[in-house]
């Protein structure tokens, strides 16, 4: 079934004259396969890899930290990917195809790369391998929508704690009751979006699994200085967050009440800026 999958992946690039080809192996023989093709050459398509025992220097590749079970997701993902590693360009037209362990779940899928189409999460996928990536994905949906609309027409000022929340809650208080104790709210839950509206009027932080369960909010986060250079103008808000990720495994996801700008910190450093207006979700 995958040289089949590689055979009409390859043939319709070809057809339709795409600018790149981005495919996913899940083994040494995908990889085989693929190169056994009378195509590959002329392609010379980008091999994506989430299993670094299949890296090859000699290839042009891309290493994404996590797989993604969602087929399109995982498109968006890779060839936002492939244009921050340089591979490709905005604009390019980009065949992907993914041969999954299921047959029924092959897929060949044909996109152009616009700017955000995977809002941000391949950039912070390369800060950590510890966080479900779909878990960044709904996550950043809700910020997103929070930035955009507010609550109640109003601007609204939240932080997003995301892995490592054992740490993180040993490193935080609450600030007054906890909504969400004794809870198996996930942050994928399509209910979810109006209960973090209401909350996010509660002072402090959400604190969110790497598997994606809603573990607390209205959380005080410790704070700290030491090492920490961020973009002059930012407060205490974004000072808590960016400690925070540089003293535990997990990243931070703030949306600032002034300026409306998401703001995305891991290993206490500043890495990704969005303006939720610009951007889908």
Not at 25 to 35: C, N, P, V
Not at 53 to 80: G, H, P, Q, T, W
Not at 112 to 137: C, K, Q, W
């Amino acid at each position: 079934m995958e040289q089949i999958i590689f055979q009409k992946g390859f043939e319709l690039a070809k057809a339709i004259s795409a600018d790149a080809v981005l495919f996913c192996a899940q083994s040494k023989k995908d990889i085989e396969l693929a190169k056994a093709n009378e195509l590959f050459y002329e392609i010379n398509p980008i091999l994506v890899i989430t299993d670094r025992s299949l890296r090859n220097r000699c290839e042009r590749e891309l290493f994404l930290a996590a797989d993604i079970m969602n087929v399109y997701k995982k498109a968006k993902i890779c060839i936002a990917g492939a244009v921050e590693e340089g591979f490709i360009k905005m604009e390019d037209l980009v065949v992907f195809i993914d041969t999954l362990w299921e047959e029924s779940d092959n897929a060949i899928i044909t996109m152009r790369a616009m700017p955000f189409m995977d809002n941000g999460i391949y950039t912070i996928l390369t800060h950590t391998s510890e966080i479900d990536p779909l878990v960044i994905y709904h996550a950043l949906r809700i910020i997103i929508q929070l930035g955009k609309k507010g609550r109640e027409g109003k601007p609204v000022g939240t932080t997003f704690i995301i892995g490592d929340s054992g740490d993180v809650m040993r490193h935080s208080s609450q600030i007054t009751y906890n909504p969400f104790e004794g809870s198996y709210v996930e942050i994928s839950d399509k209910t979810v979006v109006s209960m973090i509206k209401e909350y996010s009027r509660l002072d402090g932080a959400f604190i969110i699994s790497g598997k994606g369960k809603i573990v607390a909010a209205s959380r005080y986060l410790e704070s700290g200085k030491d090492d920490l250079v961020l973009p002059a103008g930012l407060g205490a808000r974004h000072m808590s967050a960016a400690w925070m990720s540089k003293i535990t495994n997990e990243i931070a996801v703030v949306l600032s009440e002034s300026d409306n700008m998401i703001r995305i910190f891991s290993k206490g450093q500043l890495v990704l800026e969005l303006d939720p207006k610009e951007m889908g979700g």
